[in-house]
């Protein structure tokens, strides 16, 4: 089991979707920051979104808000069987999303530069992105903190993020 593996164990089961949006945020930081990759800003892009939707599931989890598509009251599944849950676009639709606007602009932004990435191929986009890109870290930092109580204090014992002076957790 690797949560045990880890000295996790029940903390991790209870935690798992924060741990997940928290670790794949931090492999878009390192992503991005690697030598030698040429798409670095799609790779960074891509993985941000599933970070971010992670931390908007665990959000929801934790205030009882059922984030799973639904049909006539049935909850929808995908052809394998599994549940379908909200995409990051209807995680932040959502009434009660906790996201402030500026920041749900920057996360619609790069989620319509994500359907570019998959549907069609972009043009080297680093340089013209690295702001949003930047934004979106620190946006997920505040988020990850205040959303959902995550504090330095809790990270202390683990991998940690620097961002231009700037902690991600």
């Known amino acids: 089991d690797v949560a ?3 000295g996790l164990g029940d903390v991790y089961k209870r935690q798992e979707l ?22 670095r800003a799609e790779l960074f892009i891509v993985t941000s979104v ?14 009882g808000v059922d984030y799973r598509y639904k049909q006539a009251g049935v909850v ?8 379908m849950y909200w995409e990051l676009g209807q995680c932040l639709a959502h009434g009660g999303c906790p996201i402030e606007k500026g920041v749900i602009d920057n996360l619609n932004f790069l989620t319509e530069i994500r359907h570019e990435i998959e549907h ?26 205040t959303c ?11 991998q940690c993020v620097d961002l231009g002076g700037r902690r991600i957790l």
Request: net charge positive.
């Open 4 to 6: 045990r593996s880890r």
């Open 50 to 63: 599933i970070a971010w939707t992670y931390l908007m599931h665990a959000y929801y989890k934790r205030e």
């Open 76 to 83: 929808k599944q995908t052809k394998h069987g599994a549940d």
């Open 148 to 158: 959902l109580l995550y504090t330095s204090d809790a990270a202390d014992d683990m």
């Open 120 to 145: 069609q191929s972009t043009d080297r986009i680093d340089d013209a992105l690295s702001a949003k890109l930047q934004a979106c870290c620190i946006n997920f930092n505040d988020a990850i903190k």
């Open 18 to 39: 924060l741990i997940k949006a928290r670790e794949a945020m931090i492999a878009a930081v390192h992503t991005f920051n690697g030598a030698g990759l040429f798409f």
